[in-house]
């Protein structure tokens, strides 16, 4: 009989291995073990269930080779084979370890067909949320292994909104079951087995820039390299929090160092606007907003279409969008009988290929007048709109019902080349119509607003 030694596990990885729930999501930080206790969890199973099929993915193959690959198959060799050209472990007692990369959506193309009962994600923020939906969608088969999807992460990345959402903010939509999601925190500090073998490894962490060291030593999910609304808050900041003597939970009430709200009916006196931005072959977006008696703005509902993103639905055509917003102005309860200003992407009334945007929607009733469409400027008003006042109170807030907003304005980054811009490769359209919004009631601020700090360069010196 061959025997197979597994180490101790420090105690976050013993609750990452006995983690029971279809989601479990691991680290958050560097350095916490988490390649370790995929590796370990991998084997623990392999070795439980003969005949489960397991798979590995790592965005790049280096990495998958380096980080498993070649540890895997010597920690095995007693008990089974490796095939490189499948890229596939072989147990003897018909387990199964595969091992996938996936640098970009093409690599997605070799899931054809195939099943999984458990996957693991390694380094999870670096896929993108269309890629882990893509291979997670194969985690299915008819018998009685455990089904189970592992994410291990690190703030940052373009995975970073998606694993925030379903595990640090736990916000989940239509279809998603909140009792389904796990997620251990491990930082490097869970992870005696390396700072004895490593005792600088903490030095490096430490000595990284503030952001960085925030995100990479402390696990702080709400700052990442380049972050464009880094002044953005869905929830409460802890120390402000407390030097106002107040729980997260009454701060959060009372709409204090946070810009996300629990929906409530707008009074009826409140303003009330529409804001719209076009994408011919990219997702439209439209908010409507109420401004309280002190010009303070609140998103309370939105209209998003996603054409870019299979998982998303289908494209809608201009009719169809101005029907579906005429309809809302015609039937929520909200925005029935309201008066209501529209504010628009000025391109909209470019009429060269026919009948412009702007003309679809007047036949449906649906008015705006021109945005005011200066970037720079635009984004200082967006910026203004979000500093806390000396009581923690913002002059915009949105509706935690609002998802387009929630889930792409805290993705866009910094442009590389371009640093007071944000980078337009990502989902901007909520903040663009937001821009023009901000643009149609400007704010004076009180005080100076510090320089949009310039990007610090997204990179890993720890190599
Ligand atoms: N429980 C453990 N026992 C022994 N060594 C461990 C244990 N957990 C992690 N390590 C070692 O610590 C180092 C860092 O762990 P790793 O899993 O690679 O971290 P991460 O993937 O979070 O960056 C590796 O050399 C790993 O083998
Ligand atoms: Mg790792």
């Not at 596939?88 to 899931?111: E, I, P, Q």
């Not at 391109?347 to 412009?356: K, L, N, P, V």
């Amino acid at each position: 009989m061959t025997e197979l030694t597994i180490e101790r596990p420090n105690e976050k990885q013993r609750a990452m291995l006995e983690a029971r729930t279809k989601h479990v999501g691991f680290g958050g930080a560097r350095g916490g073990g988490k390649s370790w206790a995929v590796r370990t969890k991998a084997k623990l199973l392999a070795l439980r269930y003969p005949g489960i099929k397991l798979l590995i993915v790592r965005r790049t193959y280096p990495e998958l080779i380096n980080n498993h690959i070649q540890i895997l198959r010597q920690e095995l060799r007693l008990v089974g084979t490796y095939n490189d050209k499948d890229k596939v472990f072989r147990f003897r007692n018909g387990s199964t370890l595969h091992f996938m990369y996936c640098a970009k959506d093409g690599d997605l193309d070799r899931l054809q067909g195939v099943e999984y009962d458990v996957i693991f994600l390694d380094e999870a923020t670096q896929l993108t949320e269309f890629q882990m939906k893509t291979i997670t969608a194969c985690l299915r088969g008819v018998n009685d292994f455990p089904k189970r999807i592992y994410y291990t992460c690190n703030p940052g990345g373009q995975g970073h909104g998606y694993i925030k959402r379903i595990f640090l903010e736990r916000r989940y939509e239509p279809g998603e079951d909140p009792a389904d999601y796990s997620f251990i925190q491990s930082l490097v500090t869970d992870n005696q087995a390396l700072l004895k073998r490593q005792p600088d490894y903490i030095k490096q962490l430490e000595a990284l820039p503030e952001k960085l060291r925030r995100a990479w030593l402390d696990g702080d999910w709400d700052v990442f390299e380049g972050q464009f609304f880094e002044d953005f808050r869905s929830a409460p900041d802890a120390a402000k929090c407390a030097a106002a003597g107040l729980s997260p939970e009454e701060a959060a009430a009372q709409g204090r160092w946070t810009h996300v709200r629990r929906p409530f009916d707008p009074p009826a006196g409140w303003k009330l606007y529409r804001s719209f931005d076009w994408g011919y072959s990219k997702p439209f977006s439209c908010a409507w907003w109420a401004v309280d008696y002190d010009g303070r703005l609140y998103r309370i509902l939105e209209l998003y279409g996603c054409t870019r993103n299979p998982n998303e639905g289908v494209k809608w055509t201009p009719d169809e969008v101005f029907r579906r917003i005429r309809e809302m102005e015609d039937q929520h309860p909200w925005l029935r009988g309201r008066s209501i200003e529209g504010v628009a992407d000025p391109a909209i009334w470019d009429a060269s290929g026919g009948e412009s945007i702007a003309e679809t929607a007047e036949r449906y009733r649906v008015y705006f007048s021109p945005g005011d469409h200066k970037r720079i400027p635009g984004w200082l008003q967006c910026h203004y709109r979000l500093r806390f006042d000396e009581e923690g109170l913002p002059m915009l807030y949105v509706f935690d019902t609002c998802m387009a907003f929630l889930r792409t304005v805290p993705t866009l980054v910094y442009d590389e080349t371009r640093p007071e811009d944000l980078d337009t490769s990502g989902e901007d359209h909520v903040a663009d119509e937001w821009r023009y919004l901000c643009m149609a009631r400007p704010l004076t601020p009180k005080s100076p607003v510090p320089a949009v700090p310039a990007p610090l360069r997204w990179g890993d010196p720890l190599g």
